[in-house]
């Protein structure tokens, strides 16, 4: 005989009416949008001792979700802040924003307001010398609810990580960015969305682990079912069935109705007139002060945002020079400077790093070798830049095969058809993508001390831009590189610039060591420079604290408390709720020879 006490008929029931409740907690608690973000142990050591360990976990924390505002710059070009003002509010009362605003309310007011559940605010940015600067406010986090039929688990799509901090900005989901899917979906099924973020692996890597078009059952034995507890940003319709999204190589997959973070699209909406930018990127543009007329290099300017704004503030006049090594970067630039009617900026395809022209070389302009591309040269203190196509064809019988171009340094041997090729792009004029011929113009680069301003936006280890679901990616050595890659842009930028310049440089990180490092570098190495008052004032100063970094490979010592007044640097985990960038504007002396 069973000597163990039986339960009551109450505990049992109130056992049995606790278990479903049980299971509607745990559902809730995986149902949410709860990010940790991961670093390499050796990476989180070394921000703790530079921040502290309590503020960077902040920042840590605040990288992880997106901004609530986005940043509007107007276009005054082509219109004003009052006027983009009106027509948003126009086109909001013909409903034609409602899928991307989802009830906009517009308003002049100096900005802190909380913006309601459902609704956005958009209003004139508070802070002096950006004026042509809205806020459109967003809501979030929203808690959701994602309710699947009864006795049936939701249905789920897993997206990749960069796809889901594109979706949390307020993107759409795309094919490419599908990693995973319940079984049976079907076009205009309502799914959960879930992000997969690497896991570490035995070789001490990390990695996804998901086959891409893996079917998922909502069982405990899915991929990573355990790790997306915590990384559900939202619900969709699905805008093509389970086949056709694995079949497909674009389109969107899932139509987001329900988000996370709620974030207005300005897709088509007053091209030309508006773009979408990040607050610092902004400011930089401003800090560097551009004047008409004057000579501007953007070293580093895709995807052409801030080059774009130089020109605005110039009132399109005088000429910008911005570089890229990637040729569709530079067609992306002058693709957004004819969509915005701006005519000064000249982009060029050519690494940052080969800038500078020897001093010794020959100031004539000649053919490429293919006789397809401009050779662009900037002699010193010349007026503005232009680019030459010098050739004339000697007399070659009709039956050669080539002809001679002659140029004053050399003669090369090119073919018939190439040269009429050429010539014909010349005489047709740009194309479609606003370059000659549907090429992007090459330079050999510039003479020392050619432009009057230098804006280097240097390439980075990007820490600083949100929202960012996994860090582990970076290591001390890759910050390390960052660190020697900017060290050699900034002294290329310092040999273009002329005496009493300007040069600002910028990141997008948190590292120090590509920020305070690479000034306190600068000011120790060329002391003509010196540092510069910023404005506008928006980031507050840069002090960090007075302890040295961990690493003495990355610096020697913290700026100086006079000198970190000077610099600007957003902290993404501030009231301001912006990215992590870092700016400083250093003036420019007399050289030394």
Partial sequence: MDSSPSASPAAAAAAAAAAPAAGAAAATDRYTFRPGLRWQPEVEEYFASAYGRDHFARISEALAH??????????????????VMQKLLKLVNQNELSCGFNGLKIGEQNGGEQAH???????????????????????????????????????EIIISRKCAESVLRGAQVYVPGVLACSAHVEKGDMVAVSVAIEQPVKDSGWAVGITRGIVLQGLQSDAHYEERKGLYIGQGIAAMSRAGIFRVLHGVA???????????????????????????????????????????LDMCAAPGGKTTA????????????????????????????????LSCIRAYKLDALKSVRKA?????????????????????????????????????????STAIVEQTDAKRYVSKADLRKNLRRMRNG????????????????FFPSSFDRVLLDA??????????????????????????????????????????????????????????????????????????????????????????????????????????????RFDPSSSLDTMGFFIAKFNVGQKED
């Fill in 117 to 155: 559940e459902g609704s956005y605010l958009v209003h004139k940015c508070p802070y002096s010398g950006l004026e042509n600067v809205l806020f459109v406010r967003g809501s979030g986090p929203h808690a959701l609810h994602y309710d699947g039929q009864p006795g049936h688990s939701m249905k």
């Fill in 459 to 568: 390439p980075c280890s990007a820490l600083g831009l949100r929202p960012r679901l996994f860090a582990a990616e970076e290591t001390l050595e890759s910050l390390r590189k960052n660190a020697t890659y900017q060290r050699r842009l900034f002294d290329q930028a310092v040999k273009l610039v002329r005496p009493g310049g300007l040069i600002v440089y910028s990141t997008c990180t948190i590292n120090p060591g590509e920020n305070e490092s690479l000034v306190r570098y600068a000011l120790d190495t060329y002391k003509f420079l010196s540092l510069g008052s910023q404005h506008p004032k928006v980031g507050g100063p840069g002090i960090i604290g007075s302890c040295k970094l961990p690493n003495k490979a990355y610096t020697e010592q913290w700026l100086t408390e006079d000198e970190a007044q000077l610099v600007q």
């Fill in 360 to 400: 010794y070389e020959e100031r004539n302009l000649g053919v490429a070798d293919n006789c397809s591309e401009a050779i662009v040269t900037l002699a010193e203190n010349s007026g503005p830049i232009r680019s030459i196509i010098a050739a004339r064809v000697t007399n070659a019988a009709e039956d050669s």
């Fill in 310 to 341: 130089i020109a605005i503030l110039m009132r399109d006049k005088g000429e910008i020079v911005a570089l890229d090594r990637s040729h569709n970067k530079v067609m992306g630039i002058l693709k957004l400077a004819d969509e915005m009617g």
């Fill in 66 to 83: 997106p901004s609530c505002y986005s940043c509007i710059r107007v276009n005054t070009l082509k219109s004003t802040t009052d006027t």
């Fill in 254 to 296: 899932v139509e987001m109705t329900e988000r996370v973070y709620k974030l207005p699209s300005f897709n088509d909406v007053l091209e030309g007139e508006i773009f979408l930018q990040n607050l610092p990127s902004i400011v930089a543009a401003r800090v560097l002060d551009p004047q008409p007329g004057e000579q501007i």
């Fill in 430 to 445: 740009t194309g479609r993508s606003n370059c000659s011929g549907g090429r992007v113009e090459d330079s050999k680069g």
